[in-house]
């Protein structure tokens, strides 16, 4: 698994855990609804600005969102 798909895997598994929709969470970072979900589906590479930002706004740490988990492999 490319690490863009496991970063948007993880952007989407967290975001649910939250319980937040693509929407809110697209505002929230300021980015179009559709590049985030290109995120999410792994089809978008974000800049290190934009990945602090999501995490930022998932209230999380960004090194989360790159980590490997046992359903990624």
């Known amino acids: 698994m490319r690490l863009a798909e496991i ?3 993880n ?3 967290v975001r649910l ?3 937040m929709t693509l929407e809110s969470l697209a505002t929230e ?3 179009a609804y559709s590049y985030m979900g290109g995120i999410e589906r792994g089809q978008k590479n974000p800049s290190l600005d934009v990945a602090e930002r999501i995490a ?3 209230e999380c ?5 790159l ?4 359903t990624d492999k």
Not at 61 to 65: G, H, K
Not at 67 to 70: I, M, N, P
């Open 7 to 9: 970063f948007g895997a």
């Open 11 to 13: 952007v989407r598994r």
């Open 67 to 70: 980590r490997v988990t046992a």
């Open 29 to 31: 970072v300021g980015l």
């Open 56 to 58: 930022k706004a998932l």
């Open 17 to 19: 855990k939250r319980g």
């Open 61 to 65: 740490d960004p090194v989360t969102l």
